[in-house]
């Protein structure tokens, strides 16, 4: 026990943070030319929304990559490229993730900016787990673990933000 508990949350972190600051990257350097060019799907509703933006998927797969890079300086993996190309998938799933969840968003008739509880928090950990399995996942309690405490790291830093007057709402 003593033993395997901060083992079991290092490898819960480990595995976490490429997809998380691929998450956060283009909340502070996205924006610009949105990814779907203004195009509509067959519904007459935007494909993706202005929210998902050229700079802010490449700077999130970027981000991805980097901390694996960082991660392999700390504790190294195999080698650099297997630690390379494992920041790459948890970053470009993370990313892809959470563009397929705007695309079901829109879908739904849920504008840019609205909230699709558990869908907004846990998309791109969804897509993160998708494009690693190809290189291998982590035991299946990290990533139930993973998934699991998701929401609420997300609405403890919100409420973070709110009562340090960056965010309007607590949620
Ligand atoms: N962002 C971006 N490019 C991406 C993803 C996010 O530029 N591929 C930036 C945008 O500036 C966006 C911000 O990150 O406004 C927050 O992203 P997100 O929370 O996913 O936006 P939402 O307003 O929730 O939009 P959606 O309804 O499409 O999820
Ligand atoms: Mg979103």
Do not use: C
Not at 68 to 73: E, M, P, T
Not at 78 to 101: K, N, Q
Not at 125 to 133: F, P, Q, R, V, W
Request: aromatic share 12%.
């Amino acid at each position: 026990m003593i033993k395997i508990v901060p083992l079991l949350i290092f490898n819960i972190i480990w595995f976490i943070l490429p997809p998380y600051i691929a998450n956060m990257a283009p909340v502070i350097w996205g924006g610009g030319p949105p990814l779907d060019g203004g195009r509509l799907f067959f519904d007459g509703k935007r494909l993706l929304g202005k929210a998902k933006t050229i700079r802010g998927t490449f700077v999130g797969i970027l981000a991805g990559t980097i901390v694996g890079l960082l991660q392999h300086i700390v504790y190294p993996f195999p080698s650099l490229g297997y630690a390379l190309l494992r920041g790459f998938l948890l970053g470009a799933g993370a990313i892809g993730g959470d563009i397929v969840g705007s695309f079901i968003k829109r879908r739904f008739n849920i504008e840019s900016g609205d909230a699709a509880p558990l869908l907004d928090q846990l998309d791109f950990m969804i897509g993160a787990i998708i494009l690693i399995s190809p290189l291998g996942l982590p035991p299946l309690e990290i990533i139930l673990m993973s998934i699991l405490i998701t929401p609420f790291v997300h609405l403890i830093s919100n409420a973070v933000w709110y009562l340090a007057g960056k965010k309007e709402v607590w949620w």
